[in-house]
């Protein structure tokens, strides 16, 4: 970086709009920044137009051109730039926007295109911030426009939830938005709401997004197409519109009927329906003491403070339309029905579609039991799967009724199971139909006993598949079972081929997955491989008890490895693919932590505790400080790494505002420490600086911040370098010490950039912030809004809340109100989500300084008197305390002699979960007045 560059929003590495880089140059005057509205349009297919007419499409583009740039001047914007085959217009608001963009589409809808086909033109509309430089603007708000746009088909038009909120504070009478639900979009982590517009005279109606457009769901995506069940899909999604549980079940002691995939088929039907997405939590192996935490895990909330998981989980939900896919319940049916119990009556918006041996025998459930497929005359569903897996695995038929005779016999034999129909098929790729006719007689494929009573199929197909295969594949197979959900490839091949090259283990790997003994499926873009529960039962139960020991031996070093590696690559450039990795891997992390509890001094339990606390502490799971207490519990007196995660439990402690608790943790892991030598970390330090500084208790906190900073500051990593250069940019701030702040927080940035490491770059972003934030408030908003955009990208949740609670507090005292609530709104959501006490304090606090300046002096006065009587505070800059409490005196002039008084009284009376409900209620009326 140059000596005396500004630092803006377009200052990324690799950021691009539409393809060409974003540059950061010096700049001789300090920018601005504001907040814009824009519009990206382009034309649907218009390479293919391009290429078929060649001459008329260069006067169609001149008429496009006209009838665009009309449309946004006659709005009151601006085209700041033509892109070949679009614009990119700017408003100051986004219903002026949206008008345009109408008025546009009705333009192109009546103009005659000569010698062309008509143009349909894609628009997409998103308020932002913008950095504005040279009369140009910079910044991530066009890179998101340009990622949102490219979700819409053709004529239609497409908002944010961003440019929605405005619109709705504006008013667009004669204009329909539909809520579209939550997607995501290229290059940004977290899923966005969508809107679609639909106008009187244009757009009357909205078809959908395009094919390309991801909702924003958790429910893996099968690799394998789905046959038959049309009825069964239609009676089961019927069931879910009028019932809010509904347990599929299937035929008693009989697995592989096909639950699993049909509630994935009607999920997907129903998906558009629940604009806050389908999540999907499968508990097979789960013991009924996790099944909240399994939950939460998938739907991506955090314990709250004093609360248990499913309290948390419930809590979250109350105000979310979600459908919840709870898979494979019969392990831990009891904790099942009660969670599912208090998610009806709290969470009216949500609805469960689970599937179980057995009802949950909950209240009000509708039970849908399935049958076996068809296997009557002629192609039923179950012949059709049969062929189509057939064909799968490099089968050739022809379509004579011999061949459809001896396959309804095959499929007949199976009971029409799916999973043993499919077992039955991928070996007809080696074996002629005939051949698998003849097994069946011999006993061999699933039949009647000589008893009369009848058989497993799945087993007896399992049986069957499994015999056939060779030694190796065998003992790769049933080593697969000691997984406790999906893996990748180099899993497989560390825990159950590690004597197979690359090419091998794929080759093996292949085989597996076409005899259907392992299912693949893409979670995250990536493939992942499992073994659907009755098929590990079936591999445990044959795994030698010696092979079962090295399998799961091999288990524990193989997640010991990937979460050491993951501690240490997150800290690297490549963190968003760890982030991934982890997330992918947690099911297995989780139970080699478990499992390791009880082996080798509980060695590998700490060593996955203390590689990714931090991994627990940015992206906010608390689950990891759980496996830390346990750890610490079970772990060997002498074990080097026992002091760190006794730090580890302390932080979690400290997170769940349980200052006492954590400061014990802490010492001890002080203690431990100073009496073994160990190397001394960072863990407990800032649980017992922060249980300090939030819980008032009797604690140096300098000393401790001389040890955290003395800790890290020989650190050759850059990550830690710049995590103590913030910390002291920090200290700095708040003490009012704004240049040693600035030039304590350009050496952190330079830092950043060399790491180029996103969560890094975006911490020395947002302490650039808080230095610069007394002297330049519109060069900090810049920063913290890059620094949010970025942390974002690799899903670090702590950073980016702070980055969101910066620009809450700057738009706010900028007159911003409105803004800022959005922003207290997302603040409430994301501390919620973790539990964090002390933070939703500071959210509720925000929240009664935006209702003062929004007119709302009762209710401002009492949710600040709430605040007041927490022990849980939040250090503030100079500047910024200044302006609050000019913001409140403000609101207390406003009031009546004796109210404000009267107002704090009854504020004081508030709890925490109250305090929230009545912020966010008073801060929906605010924006919608």
Not at 364 to 369: L, P, W
Not at 651 to 671: D, H, I, N, T, V
Request: include cysteine.
């Amino acid at each position: 970086m140059v000596p005396g560059t500004k630092v803006t929003s377009t200052a990324r590495a690799g950021a691009t709009l539409n393809g060409s880089p974003l540059l950061c140059v010096p700049m001789s005057a300090p920018p601005s920044t504001s907040r814009r509205t824009f519009l990206f349009t382009d034309i649907e297919s218009s390479t293919r137009m391009w290429d078929q007419y060649p001459d008329a499409m260069l006067d169609a583009l001149d008429l496009h051109d006209q009838v665009l740039v009309q449309a946004v001047s006659d709005a009151g914007g601006d085209v700041i730039r033509h892109t070949g085959d679009g614009i990119i217009a700017v408003f100051r608001g986004a219903a002026t926007a949206v008008r345009a963009a109408l008025a546009a589409q009705r333009g192109l809808g009546q103009t005659e295109w000569p010698d062309v086909e008509p143009l349909r033109v894609r628009m997409g509309i998103h308020s932002g911030d913008v950095l504005l430089r040279g009369g140009e603007h910079h910044g991530w708000a066009l890179n998101f426009t340009s990622r949102l746009h490219a979700l819409a088909h053709g004529g239609q038009v497409v908002v944010s939830g961003a440019a929605m909120s405005e619109v709705g504070r504006d008013g667009l009478p004669g204009v329909e938005f539909i809520d579209l639900g939550l997607h995501h979009l290229r290059d940004v982590a977290e899923p966005i709401r969508v809107y679609g517009v639909t106008g009187v005279g244009v757009l009357e109606h909205f078809d959908g997004l395009r094919d390309t457009a991801r909702r924003a769901t958790s429910v893996p995506r099968p690799r394998t197409s789905f046959i038959g069940r049309a009825a069964d899909v239609d009676r089961v999604a019927g069931e879910l519109q009028r019932h809010q549980v509904v347990t599929i079940t299937g035929i008693a002691g009989i697995a592989g009927i096909g639950k699993t995939r049909l509630s994935l088929e009607v999920a997907s039907l129903l998906s558009e329906t629940f604009t806050d997405g389908v999540v999907m939590t499968e508990l097979t192996g789960v013991s009924p003491a996790q099944v909240g935490a399994a939950l939460a895990k998938s739907l991506g909330v955090e314990r709250r403070s004093l609360r248990s998981a499913d309290e948390s989980v419930v809590e979250w939900l109350r105000d979310k339309r979600v459908l919840l896919l709870l898979d494979s319940c019969e392990d831990a049916s009891d904790a099942v029905r009660e969670l599912v119990h208090a998610i009806t009556l709290e969470a009216a918006g949500c609805k469960v579609l689970a599937t179980s041996h057995e009802p949950l025998d909950v209240e009000g459930e509708q039970v849908s039991r399935l049958l076996p497929l068809d296997v009557g005359a002629g192609r039923s569903d179950a012949v059709e799967l049969f062929f189509d897996r057939a064909r799968g695995a490099g089968a050739d038929f022809d379509d004579s009724a011999a061949t459809l005779l001896l396959v309804q016999q095959i499929c007949r034999s199976v009971d029409g199971l799916p999973l043993a129909i499919e077992i039955a098929a991928s070996n007809a790729g080696s074996l002629a139909l005939l051949d698998i006719l003849d097994a069946v007689k011999a006993g061999e494929l699933p039949g009647v006993t000589g008893s009369g009573t009848r058989r497993r199929s799945v087993v007896d197909a399992l049986e069957l598949a499994f015999g056939r295969l060779d030694p190796a594949s065998r003992d790769a197979f049933v080593r697969c079972s000691v997984f406790a959900g999906s893996f990748d490839r180099a899993a497989f091949a560390a825990v159950a081929a590690p004597a197979l090259d690359g090419a091998e283990v794929l080759t093996m790997l292949r085989s597996l997955v076409d005899r259907s003994l392992i299912t693949s499926e893409t979670r995250r873009d990536r493939t992942r491989f499992r073994l659907l529960e009755p098929v590990r039962a079936f591999a445990e139960h044959r795994c030698r008890p010696e092979e079962l020991a090295s399998a799961r031996s091999a288990f524990l070093r193989h997640y010991c490895n990937v979460a050491e590696r993951a501690g240490e690559e997150l800290r690297g450039p490549d963190e968003a693919k760890w982030v991934s990795q982890i997330e992918l891997d947690f099911d297995n992390l989780r139970a080699a932590h478990g499992r390791g509890l009880s082996v080798d001094g509980a060695d590998v339990a700490v060593r996955i505790v203390a590689a990714l606390w931090d991994f627990a502490f940015m992206r906010m799971r608390s689950e990891i400080f759980d496996w830390g207490e346990a750890a610490a519990d079970r772990s060997d007196a002498n074990h080097p790494l026992r002091a760190m995660v006794l730090g580890v439990t302390a932080m979690g402690y400290w997170l769940r505002e349980q200052p006492a608790k954590a400061a014990a943790f802490a010492e001890e892991s002080l203690r431990l420490e100073r009496d073994t030598g160990a190397t001394r970390s960072v863990p407990a330090r800032m649980a017992l600086m922060n249980s300090a500084e939030y819980g008032g208790m009797a604690v140096d906190v300098r000393a401790l911040m001389a040890e955290v900073l003395d800790v890290t500051k020989d650190s050759a990593s850059p990550y830690w370098q710049v995590n103590a250069d913030v910390l002291r940019v920090l200290a700095y701030s708040f003490a009012g010490r704004p240049e040693q702040a600035q030039s304590m927080a350009s050496a952190a940035m330079m830092t950043a950039r060399r790491s180029e490491n996103p969560s890094t770059i975006a911490w020395a972003l947002f302490a650039k912030g808080m230095a610069v934030e007394p002297t330049d408030s519109e060069h900090a908003e810049a920063l913290y809004e890059d620094g949010l955009e970025r942390s974002r990208s690799v899903e670090n949740g702590w950073i980016g809340a702070m980055c969101t609670t910066r620009l809450a507090s700057l738009r706010r005292r900028h007159g911003g109100w409105a803004d800022a609530m959005m922003l207290v709104r997302e603040l409430f959501d994301t501390w919620g989500r973790a539990g964090h006490r002390s933070h939703l304090w500071s959210a509720v606090r925000q929240a009664a300084l935006c209702l003062a300046d929004a007119g709302d002096a009762e209710h401002a006065a009492m949710l600040h008197r709430a605040t007041t009587l927490t022990e849980l505070h939040a250090p503030q800059l100079p500047t910024e305390a200044q302006d609050d409490a000019a913001c409140l005196e403000r609101a207390k002039a406003a009031a009546a002699p004796g109210e404000w008084v009267r107002w704090e009284a009854r504020g004081a009376d508030l709890d925490q979960l109250a305090a929230v409900q009545m912020a966010t209620a008073r801060m929906e009326l605010a924006l919608r007045r």
